[in-house]
């Protein structure tokens, strides 16, 4: 009884360290895998937000020999000077005008997609949809300028309906700068809403339906829910990026297409202000959390009926 209670009690001692090693083998062997991934991060990104963080409570740049004089005046210019307040309205009246677009025309796109039973058409369709990650983003944007200008495609169009009407005068508005944006960021909306969609299993599907439940009930009770977490996911991709846009809104806005993104792209390039540029750009990252902070117990109901 002796001898064989000696190798069942080593035994119940060493397999708790045997399960800490493997444990511990485990988390090196992920660390090894995600250090080369952070380390990039650091060095390409958060070092020089750190940087530019600090540039932001500077008085100037400290380049040719300048002195380090720190001040909160760049902060506090927000606040004093109401035409930024305005353009901050504008920059996120344009991210809700984009992402509420692309909500509408991304879900539908996901579920057609997920529909698609033949390989070859699902195919076309994939390509159809990343096709504008396939051009330079210059270019797209001035391919609208064509299509939206006067005597382009749409006035074109437009005059040969009705000849005597006056020009449309859709270019260097707000809704170009909203139709050019949601051409560039539909894409994030409808991959990560057919993520979601494809998910969803037929046999719930098949049960609303034998219940006596219509389409459009279906869609409401059954698929917008489920879809919701890829909806929040999308949205979130497409917001924040479309706020601090500056090429779209200063091609195809013009005159009108004054946002966060070109008032913080003028402060660096053109009027080398680099400290309240910085500035800016960290008020609006701000404004973007505040926003998601606001809305997190309604984007967390959702995601979690949705995951139900």
């Known amino acids: 009884m002796t001898e064989t209670a ?28 995600l250090l080369p991934a952070y380390g990039w991060l650091t060095l390409a990104i958060f070092l020089p937000l750190l940087m530019m963080l600090g540039f ?14 720190g001040t909160f005046d760049n902060y506090l210019a927000f606040f004093r000077r109401p035409y930024l307040l305005d353009v901050a309205w504008t920059s996120l009246s344009i991210g809700f005008w984009t992402t509420g677009l692309s909500a509408l025309i991304g879900l539908p796109a996901a579920m057609a997609l997920a529909r698609a039973t033949f390989g070859r058409t699902r195919q076309v369709l994939f390509l159809l949809i990343i096709l504008p990650f396939w ?13 939206l200008r006067d005597g382009g495609i749409i006035d074109g169009l437009y005059h040969w309906i009705v000849p005597d009407a006056a020009p449309l005068g859709l270019l260097y508005t707000y809704p170009a700068i909203v139709v050019g944006l ?29 219940l006596g439940a219509r389409a459009p009930v279906v869609f409401w009770k059954v698929i917008l829910p489920l879809a919701t977490p890829g909806l929040i996911s999308g949205s979130v991709l497409i917001f924040v990026p479309v706020i601090g846009s500056f090429m779209e809104p200063r091609i195809l806005g013009g005159r009108v297409g004054v946002t966060m ?26 404004i973007v959390l505040a926003i998601f902070a606001l809305a997190s117990p309604v984007l967390k109901r959702q995601s979690g009926g949705g995951a139900v």
């Open 6 to 33: 000696v190798p069942t009690t080593a035994s119940a001692i060493t397999a708790p360290a045997a399960a800490m090693g493997a444990e511990r083998r485990g988390w090196l062997g992920t660390a090894a895998l």
């Open 261 to 286: 993104g070109t008032v913080i792209e003028d402060q660096f390039t053109q009027a080398f202000n680099w400290p309240l540029g910085a500035a800016l750009s960290f008020i609006m990252l701000l």
């Open 135 to 147: 051009t330079n983003g210059l270019v797209r944007v001035f391919s609208w300028t064509m299509v």
């Open 56 to 69: 932001s409570f500077l008085k100037v740049a400290p380049f040719g020999g300048r002195a380090i004089v």
């Open 182 to 210: 949601v051409h560039a960021y539909l894409p994030y909306m409808i991959l990560t809403c057919y993520l979601s969609v494809v998910a969803i299993d037929d046999q719930i599907l098949e049960a609303a339906r034998s």
